[in-house]
């Protein structure tokens, strides 16, 4: 592992690490860290601040995930451990925006992150994946439940796809991580308390009548 490569790893955790969801808040008054889920991703920044700064800290998130590996890949170029470091670099960005070093380790859940490091290693493995979020949160109305079951379904994908054992195992590394930081929603999921859109909408409905 030459000097490059590590120096590419660890800034890839620091470029996961950064809080777009916690910067692009910050003038709005509310700290996300206190309110709704209390988690710095997209999901409570829309929830508390609208769609347009969600959708633009789902679009970071996933920025954050892709280009340190997108990176990596052009100056790493034919090394013999070129993979390695790919998937280092990828895993870093998730750990990073998990664990972000600038928030005392205290991060998001890392489904966007994820998403991005998987749109540049296997996008027609991804594909299912969005697949099974939509029919999840649309059957459902739970996000979280539609975010853990998409991010199983990478691995059956890229499987299905013949990716390398690499990026299987990457991918066992992210969801695993993804559903040990979903333990408090699988709880609620369980016990029939966690939030559904489909509930919100309809008692918008019945409180309108």
Same mark, same amino acid.
């Given at each position: 592992m030459t000097a490059q490569n590590i120096l590419l790893i660890v800034a /890839?955790?620091?470029?996961?690490?950064?809080? #777009? @969801? %916690?910067?692009? $808040? =910050?003038?709005s008054g509310i700290d996300i860290r206190e309110q709704g889920s209390r988690n710095i991703g997209a999901t409570n920044v829309s929830r508390l601040l609208g769609k347009k700064l969600g959708s633009c800290t789902l679009l970071l998130d996933i920025a954050k995930g892709y280009l340190p590996m997108f990176v990596a890949g052009l100056l790493v170029g034919d090394d013999p451990g070129r993979n390695l470091v790919i998937g280092l670099c990828g895993a870093a960005s998730v750990t990073g925006h998990m664990f972000p070093v600038y928030l005392g380790f205290r991060g998001g859940k890392g489904v966007a992150t994820g998403l991005g490091v998987f749109l540049y290693l296997a996008p027609k493995a991804l594909l299912i994946c969005l697949v099974v979020f939509i029919a999840a949160v649309g059957l459902t109305g739970y996000v /979280?439940? @539609? /975010?853990?079951?998409a991010s199983a379904a990478i691995l059956p994908g890229l499987y299905f796809f013949g990716e390398p054992s690499w990026k299987l195992c990457l991918a066992g590394f992210v969801v695993t991580m993804i559903w040990i930081k979903h333990y408090?929603?699988?709880? =609620? %999921? %369980? +016990? @029939?308390?966690?939030? $559904? #859109?489909?509930? +919100?909408?309809?008692k918008k409905k019945e409180s309108s009548i």
């Open positions: /890839s955790y620091l470029v996961g690490a950064i809080p #777009f @969801g %916690l910067v692009l $808040s =910050r003038g /979280s439940l @539609g /975010s853990l079951l408090q929603n699988i709880g =609620r %999921l %369980l +016990n @029939g308390t966690e939030k $559904s #859109f489909k509930k +919100n909408k309809k």
